[in-house]
């Protein structure tokens, strides 16, 4: 019987349409770094797909040297240890920290890093608790993208290029932060890592909370 959080993701997002099973060695590893809710959506679900790949839950091991990339010089390395737990279709990740929860998301397509002061500061279990609870009620339109019309364009970018991968997505060429247009025509269909390796490369992220005192924020021993 699934659990509650399961439960209320998969009513929202529809059962997975690729599932990868999470090994017990993987979910031993990140038992004591990540919340028991989330080692327990991955034993009853595993590292899958849902909404045709919209959204992937992911194995944070997989993700690490992309998340290092991209909070590199962001000041948040020394707040929390941070992993990505999911990812949409357009590359935009969910980062959980160990002690600050869900508090960070890298939107890879924008060139931004989207957090919180608020969100950046130690979380006691049950406030991890709730974290985790959040991230499990994302709705299905928080991981779409919007073209230059305002029109969605995650069903037609399927149907225009086909399902993806464990390790694709849709990116757009030429990208966002040289100037390229968030049009169904720009989309293409690449690989996940070589995409979002470059985009970083590009230029340094915008960080909405930039000019906040990081320092005021790192976890004192």
């Not at 149907?159 to 968030?182: H, N, R, T, W």
């Given at each position: 019987?699934?659990?509650?959080?399961?439960?209320?993701?998969?009513?929202?997002?529809?059962?997975?349409?690729?599932?990868?099973?999470?090994?017990?060695?993987?979910?031993?590893?990140?038992?004591?770094?990540?919340?028991?809710?989330?080692l327990?959506?991955?034993?009853?679900?595993?590292?899958?797909?849902?909404?045709?790949?919209?959204?992937?839950?992911?194995?944070?091991?997989?993700?690490?040297?992309?998340?290092?990339?991209?909070?590199?010089?962001?000041?948040?390395?020394?707040?929390?240890?941070?992993?990505?737990?999911?990812?949409?279709?357009?590359?935009?990740?969910?980062?959980?920290?160990?002690?600050?929860?869900?508090?960070?998301?890298?939107?890879?397509?924008?060139?931004?890093?989207?957090?919180?002061?608020r969100?950046?500061?130690?979380?006691?279990?049950?406030?991890?608790?709730?974290?985790?609870?959040?991230?499990?009620?994302?709705?299905?339109?928080?991981?779409?993208?919007?073209?230059?019309?305002?029109?969605?364009?995650?069903?037609?970018?399927?149907?225009?290029?086909?399902?993806l991968?464990?390790?694709?997505?849709?990116?757009?060429?030429?990208?966002?932060?040289?100037?390229?247009?968030?049009?169904?025509?720009?989309?293409?269909?690449?690989?996940?890592?070589?995409?979002?390796?470059?985009?970083?490369?590009?230029?340094?992220?915008?960080?909405?909370?930039?000019?906040?005192?990081i320092?005021?924020?790192i976890?004192?021993?």
């Amino acid at each position: 019987m699934r659990g509650e959080d399961s439960q209320v993701f998969i009513d929202e997002f529809g059962e997975a349409t690729l599932r990868i099973d999470a090994p017990e060695s993987s979910i031993g590893k990140w038992s004591g770094k990540l919340p028991d809710r989330i080692l327990e959506f991955w034993k009853d679900e595993g590292w899958s797909a849902y909404a045709d790949g919209l959204l992937w839950i992911v194995d944070p091991d997989d993700y690490e040297d992309i998340v290092d990339e991209w909070l590199d010089g962001s000041g948040l390395d020394q707040i929390d240890a941070f992993h990505a737990i999911a990812r949409t279709a357009f590359g935009k990740l969910y980062i959980f920290g160990e002690s600050t929860g869900q508090s960070v998301t890298i939107n890879c397509v924008t060139n931004s890093i989207f957090a919180l002061p608020r969100n950046l500061k130690k979380r006691d279990q049950r406030g991890l608790d709730i974290s985790v609870r959040s991230f499990f009620c994302t709705e299905q339109k928080a991981c779409d993208l919007a073209d230059e019309e305002g029109k969605r364009l995650f069903k037609r970018a399927l149907s225009s290029l086909g399902l993806l991968a464990a390790d694709e997505m849709y990116g757009f060429e030429p990208a966002i932060v040289l100037g390229g247009k968030m049009q169904l025509e720009n989309l293409r269909k690449v690989k996940l890592d070589q995409h979002l390796t470059i985009l970083r490369q590009l230029a340094a992220p915008n960080m909405p909370f930039s000019g906040v005192d990081i320092d005021s924020l790192i976890q004192k021993p």
